[in-house]
């Protein structure tokens, strides 16, 4: 009898230690579950052509790519051709429209350098609104910041009334309706504001537009280093301009 229940008791706690044995496996390789998929993946470096991020719901919100696989120019699902391939960044709205972006490129060939870099911010179902960039054509550079004001036409119904135009036969007539097309009634699909920068003709420069797209005041400092502020009509011509040169001889009368 006493046989019996010694050998119970080991029965026993045999079981109990096959239990005690199965729950920490579990628990282990449960821990070691929820802690593989919690885990961040890190990668010291990684060769890909296009990151897109995206929201839960799938939506694009930014596109990080070579010039290759760069996306074209998509407004409310539809495709438009023609955008240039180049490296960089394009943001999506809460929408999924695209409203703005970073790009770089430059190249030399046979000597001549062309090459240009920026950051654009569009407005709301338009086109660039502020930019900031650099281009370069043979030997000629400039770079600033530009401040556009954009028709109050959606961009998709811009680009639709355009290409209806294209298709009309070339010549005279066609020019003339794409030119009212662009003056929009007074209200050019794009008119710069504000330009402050290097311009091509190595001057440093601030220069204010008017609604129309046209300069009316520039303050100046030339490749010379000479200073001016210069008043501009609809023309274009310079109204009037004061110099540094001018404000320094009243001031030592």
Not at 79 to 91: D, H, L, T, V
Not at 146 to 173: C, F, N, Q, W, Y
Not at 207 to 223: A, F, K, T, Y
Request: net charge positive; aromatic share 6%; hydrophobic share 40%.
């Amino acid at each position: 009898m006493t046989r019996d229940l010694f050998s119970r008791c080991r029965r026993l706690l045999s079981f109990r230690t096959y239990v005690a044995a199965t729950t920490t496996s579990a628990a282990v390789l449960a821990l070691a579950a929820f802690t593989s998929v919690n885990a961040r993946p890190h990668f010291q470096e990684i060769d890909v052509e296009r990151v897109n991020i995206v929201e839960p719901d799938g939506k694009l919100r930014l596109t990080i790519s070579d010039a290759a696989r760069s996306p074209g120019w998509v407004f409310h699902g539809k495709a438009y051709p023609g955008r240039p391939k180049g490296a960089g960044m394009i943001f999506f709205n809460d929408e999924g429209e695209e409203d703005g972006g970073i790009g770089f490129g430059g190249r030399k060939v046979n000597g001549k350098i062309t090459a240009d870099g920026g950051m654009a911010f569009d407005r709301y179902d338009q086109d660039e609104a502020v930019t900031l960039r650099y281009t370069e054509e043979d030997g000629r550079r400039q770079q600033g910041l530009s401040v556009t004001d954009r028709a109050d036409m959606p961009i998709v119904e811009m680009l639709a009334h355009r290409d209806s135009l294209m298709k009309l036969p070339a010549g005279p007539g066609r020019d003339s309706a794409l030119q009212a097309f662009v003056q929009n009634h007074g209200q050019p699909l794009a008119a710069r504001r504000l330009f402050a920068g290097r311009a091509s003709d190595r001057s440093s420069v601030v220069s204010l537009s008017d609604p129309l797209g046209r300069p009316r005041l520039r303050m100046m400092v030339d490749s010379t280093g000479a200073a001016s502020i210069q008043f501009l009509d609809t023309l274009g011509h310079v109204s009037r301009s004061i110099s540094g040169l001018d404000t320094l001889a009243r001031s030592s009368r």
